[in-house]
């Protein structure tokens, strides 16, 4: 399975219906290119981490689509994030 990048992360207040919190994750830097080695400190990893989140304020109060989707008989218990 490829990567999907960005993964937007949404959190909804069910009863309003609506988003509180939203986010996108990349899973590498944002213009796509390769860091030139792995992290050498705690603080370089935070970093990478940092620049590769995006707060999505202006999803905040927006309206939620919440769909619910089928349980897999063979894993019930795992929430598969590539079905549309």
Request: net charge positive; glycine share 2%.
């Amino acid at each position: 399975v490829k990567a999907h990048s960005p993964l937007h992360i949404e959190i909804i207040d069910k009863a309003a219906g609506k988003i509180v919190y939203a986010f996108d994750y990349l899973n590498w830097k944002p213009l796509g290119e390769a860091y030139e080695s792995a992290p050498t400190t705690e603080e370089d990893a935070r970093q990478r981490v940092a620049e590769r989140l995006r707060v999505r304020t202006d999803r905040v109060s927006s309206i939620a689509t919440v769909r619910e989707l089928p349980v897999s008989p063979f894993a019930p218990n795992t929430l598969d994030l590539r079905r549309s």
